[in-house]
T-cell receptor
Framework: QKEVEQNSGPLSVPEGAIASLNCTYSDRGSQSFFWYRQYSGKSPELIMFIYSNGDKEDGRFTAQLNKASQYVSLLIRDSQPSDSATYLCAVQSNTNAGKSTFGDGTTLTVKP | DGGITQSPKYLFRKEGQNVTLSCEQNLNHDAMYWYRQDPGQGLRLIYYSQIVNDFQKGDIAEGYSVSREKKESFPLTVTSAQKNPTAFYLC????????????FGPGTRLTVL
């Protein structure tokens, strides 16, 4: 079992729809959770981070964390073609010397 | 203009050669990292450094070496011992090593001829 698992994808949604990206992790000591967006051939850029259980909203993006279920998700409302990219989930744990572990990513395509 | 720079953008290596990838940051970050990304996969940690003159092996350190002589610089050498070095290499930095956001450079794409 991988330490951080994401939907295998690819995920395709129509423009204006809600895209839901999911991530599960195995280390119960994990404390920090990050979502990065990576366009093809480019480096990852931070979208959101979340530390506490519940929802965190930033514009069209909402991160949801449930530590009991070891689950973190990213919702993208009113999806736009410019949201088409690979989304990487990263999990950081102080029990693992503070290292971040990345999932393999989910590729999202938003169709006009 | 603050940020992380990596050079070169593209690098070609012949079999048996060592090559060095540059990573510089002017964000005054203490921690720096090197990751490798293969097609369709996530990032795998090669080495990281929490402070000047100190660095630790990541998950896939074999065939790589690093140095951290200055806070701003964290070069990565891909040695001839690395049997499959063709990949996208990403450098990142953060204020500290624990519970902190990492910021990435633009990457170096290494191809073995």
């Amino acid at each position: 079992q991988k330490e951080v698992e994401q939907n295998s994808g690819p995920l395709s949604v129509p423009e204006g729809a809600i895209a839901s990206l999911n991530c599960t992790y195995s280390d119960r000591g994990s404390q920090s959770f990050f979502w990065y967006r990576q366009y093809s051939g480019k480096s990852p850029e931070l979208i959101m981070f979340i530390y506490s259980n519940g929802d965190k909203e930033d514009g069209r993006f909402t991160a949801q964390l449930n530590k009991a279920s070891q689950y973190v998700s990213l919702l993208i409302r009113d999806s736009q073609p410019s949201d088409s990219a690979t989304y990487l989930c990263a999990v950081q744990s102080n029990t693992n010397a503070g290292k971040s572990t990345f999932g393999d990513g989910t590729t999202l395509t938003v169709k006009p | 203009d603050g940020g992380i720079t990596q050079s070169p953008k593209y690098l070609f290596r012949k079999e048996g050669q060592n090559v060095t990838l540059s990573c510089e940051q002017n964000l005054n970050h203490d921690a720096m990292y090197w990751y490798r990304q293969d097609p369709g996969q996530g990032l795998r940690l090669i080495y990281y450094s929490q402070i000047v003159n100190d660095f630790q092996k990541g998950d896939i350190a074999e065939g790589y070496s690093v140095s951290r002589e200055k806070k701003e610089s964290f070069p990565l050498t891909v040695t001839s011992a690395q049997k499959n070095p063709t990949a996208f290499y990403l450098c990142a930095s953060s204020f500290s090593h624990t519970t902190d956001t990492q910021y990435f450079g633009p990457g170096t794409r290494l191809t073995v001829l």
